[in-house]
């Protein structure tokens, strides 16, 4: 239990926080069983920040309660300052007189020190009050866990569209800040959104909407645009205007039926040195109809920022402001496809209390997956290197997809590794690195892009790369199934190389440094789900691509390394539902009937949870809300799909589920990776001809053993420094 003596104590530990090194910020110890932050006097007097971490206050202003425990001191007879000055006044007691409840501005930059006293109390004159709290305030443009803010950064507001043509107009800062702004739409009876014309009048026009909760209201919304963390950020939620006050924490719009939802942009190229000019999408019908309220940012849309700690930045911060202008919410829960995914897994796992359930889709475990650096030197091998030695099947086969185009698919992917490639036309040519022209320009990696995390390479100064191939034997697989020769796989792995710092080719294989390996596992950027993800409501939904004729990237097999990385983190994946259908709605559509269900389920599923009032662990009370008939699910693929209930498993042919939408591998699945897909370098062995099929010759075997002169994987091993997370909530 924390149990500060004195203000000057504090003010040193913050400082000492505040250094730009890793390491998680507070511990679980720093929260009571019921999960609320310890502070001295918590047991008569309880302080709870309602719209956040104490230490990641942002913006000057946070929605503090304070509860009055002891028996016979009622809420209106104690006194409460901010800083010294009495802040009183500003909180309001709820019905029963137990608990005040205030949005505290005012509040400094650093630490801020709330105290409650009861005139009645015993320790005055004691040198302290009878509870107190540090609250730690950063600025609105951020940092606060992610690190240092990359730089150069370009803003974007002049092309943001805030809907129905409006542009959000210049910035007002180097920041890329802009004055937050209110605007009002409309569904029409038509089914299109409007501009609302007159806030005191409704148009004829407009349309009623039945929320999730019984309520029918107009459908008119309340759209906010502002800039947190220097993105640009949105709130859609029904409120009619004409009739409501302006929403605030203590008075609601009638229609919101008191959840959040996030939303999520895809991607993960180009996504560097600038703001982003659109957000995930909160104008949508089908969840703001529900009267479910909608929030996003442009740091949330891994095209625009390929950096999850910094979207998990965001998330906090919006979601902050959010309840201190709306109140708080039953529960927050996020959703969309491919990167998004990326974004809703490590926000859960490695900063939990921002995301309550998750309604993943096209999903990956993390972004650090190796099939886009595999993809980058096979499909240079074969197209450059070995043209016209293997067929297309045989390709296919090496690779593990089941289709072929999905190489090429994976290999555009891998173009996050080239330094000049993948810029936004935010960010002018004369501010992009060249190695020859501009050696200090900011370079389109991932590795620079997540510096803070990644760690700086020892000679060139740049972003550490996370990839590896030493020791890969690609096609072993395919060998050993006669797929492909000797001759072919003796070739493919001899040749096969490498790229540069400059993502040049190399004969040379790629080799990983131990401390970037290091940070990779201990800092989160591998998923490690025995932390907020263990506890956290999952609804896997997946359209199915892996059979594209012109290929895809979102295969199969990524959901069922999430789920075996989950069973092996917790002995289950109880936590986690799978859904399966057709792609007939794309990677992912609110329109799909699947889509909502899963929405649908996941509402009922966190509201059971949030009515589990017990003392039990909240892994035990998740696992125990889920809603009975949630179970794993796929959909057949006629024209009037058919539900089937049956559990999901990888690579099992036997079920119906995997008949309709059969799983496949990847490069290093094909060459003996484990299905978790989280060894970036493996630990090798020496080379053992009982682990092939084929019988070499002793001029082959030489050959092999020159290919390989340190070994070759040994995937029943740990990956090198492959290591748990170091805990959750760390800082950059």
Not at 305 to 331: R, W
Not at 499 to 518: G, M, W, Y
Request: hydrophobic share 35%; charged share 20%; net charge neutral.
């Amino acid at each position: 239990m924390l149990r500060w003596t004195g203000f000057r104590i504090f003010v040193l530990f913050s400082a000492l926080l505040c250094t730009l090194v890793p390491g998680p910020a507070f511990s679980a110890q720093d929260y009571d069983k019921d999960g609320f932050w310890r502070h001295h006097g918590d047991e008569q007097f309880r302080i709870e920040v309602l719209s956040g971490r104490p230490d990641t206050v942002a913006g000057g202003d946070a929605l503090v309660r304070v509860t009055v425990l002891k028996n016979n001191v009622a809420a209106n007879q104690i006194r409460i300052k901010l800083n010294g000055a009495d802040v009183t006044s500003t909180f309001t007691a709820n019905a029963a007189g137990r608990t005040l409840t205030a949005l505290l501005p005012g509040m400094l930059l650093g630490s801020n020190f709330i105290e409650v006293i009861d005139p009645k109390g015993n320790v005055q004159g004691k040198g302290r009050a009878d509870a107190d709290i540090v609250l730690t305030n950063h600025a609105i443009q951020g940092p606060i866990i992610s690190g240092p803010h990359e730089q150069p950064f370009f803003c974007e507001t002049t092309t943001f569209n805030i809907g129905n043509g409006v542009l959000l107009g210049a910035p007002i800062d180097a920041d890329c800040s802009v004055a937050t702004r209110i605007d009002y739409r409309y569904r029409t009876t038509a089914g299109a959104f409007a501009i609302l014309p007159n806030l005191s009048t409704l148009p004829a026009n407009v349309a009623m909407t039945t929320t999730s909760d019984g309520r029918t209201v107009p459908y008119v919304i309340r759209l906010e645009t502002g800039t947190i963390n220097r993105g640009i950020y949105q709130f859609a939620i029904l409120h009619d205007p004409t009739k409501e006050p302006t929403p605030n924490f203590r008075v609601q719009p009638a229609g919101w039926n008191k959840r959040v939802i996030f939303t999520y942009g895809g991607g993960c190229g180009g996504g560097w040195y600038s703001q982003g000019n659109t957000t995930g999408g909160v104008m949508v019908d089908q969840l703001l109809s529900q009267g479910y309220a909608v929030a996003s940012s442009s740091l949330m849309v891994y095209q625009q920022n390929c950096n999850d700690t910094t979207s998990a930045e965001t998330q906090m911060m919006i979601k902050e402001s959010f309840i201190e202008h709306y109140g708080v919410p039953l529960f927050t829960m996020g959703t969309q496809c491919s990167a998004a995914t990326y974004q809703m897994h490590h926000a859960a796992n490695n900063y939990p209390g921002i995301l309550d359930g998750i309604v993943t889709a096209c999903s990956f475990p993390d972004s650090t997956g190796p099939e886009q650096p595999d993809a980058v030197v096979l499909q240079r091998y074969w197209n450059v290197t070995a043209p016209n030695t293997f067929t297309m099947e045989q390709q296919r086969h090496v690779f593990g997809y089941r289709s072929w185009a999905a190489i090429a698919n994976r290999a555009d992917a891998g173009l996050r590794n080239d330094p000049t490639a993948l810029f936004r036309a935010a960010v002018p040519v004369s501010a992009r690195y060249n190695p020859t022209t501009n050696p200090t320009g900011a370079r389109a990696t991932q590795p620079d892009h997540n510096v803070n995390i990644y760690g700086r390479d020892p000679v060139t100064g740049f972003g550490d790369r996370g990839y590896d191939n030493v020791g890969i034997q690609y096609g072993l697989a395919s060998l050993n199934e006669g797929v492909i020769t000797k001759t072919q796989f003796l070739d493919m792995n001899e040749k096969v190389g490498g790229f540069d710092i400059d993502f040049k080719p190399t004969k040379e294989r790629l080799v990983a440094s131990r401390n970037v390996l290091r940070n990779l596992y201990e800092r989160g950027r591998v998923l490690d789900p025995s932390f907020g993800l263990a506890s956290t409501p999952i609804i896997d939904y997946r359209a199915y691509t892996d059979a594209q004729p012109n290929g895809d990237q979102h295969v199969r097999f990524h959901q069922f390394s999430t789920r075996q990385r989950l069973i092996d983190a917790n002995g289950n994946a109880d936590n986690q539902v799978i859904f399966v259908e057709d792609n007939r709605f794309g990677l992912f559509s609110f329109t799909s009937p699947r889509v909502m269900e899963a929405i649908a389920r996941m509402d009922q599923w966190l509201t059971a949870l949030k009515a589990d009032t017990s003392k039990d662990p909240l892994r035990v009370k998740v696992v125990r809300s889920k809603p009975s008939g949630l179970v794993d699910t796929c959909w057949s693929p006629d024209a009037v799909p058919v539900r089937v209930e049956e559990p999901q498993s990888y690579g099992a042919n036997n079920t119906t589920c995997n008949t309709y939408y059969p799983s496949f591998k990847s490069p290093r699945l094909v060459a003996g990776a484990p299905l978790q897909n989280n060894v970036i370098k493996c630990e090798l062995k020496p080379i053992n001809v009982a682990d092939y099929a084929v019988k070499f010759t002793s001029a082959e075997l030489d050959r092999l053993k020159a290919i390989f002169p340190a070994g070759v994987c040994d995937y029943t091993m740990p990956g090198v420094e492959q290591t748990n997370m170091r805990g959750t909530w760390q800082t950059f």
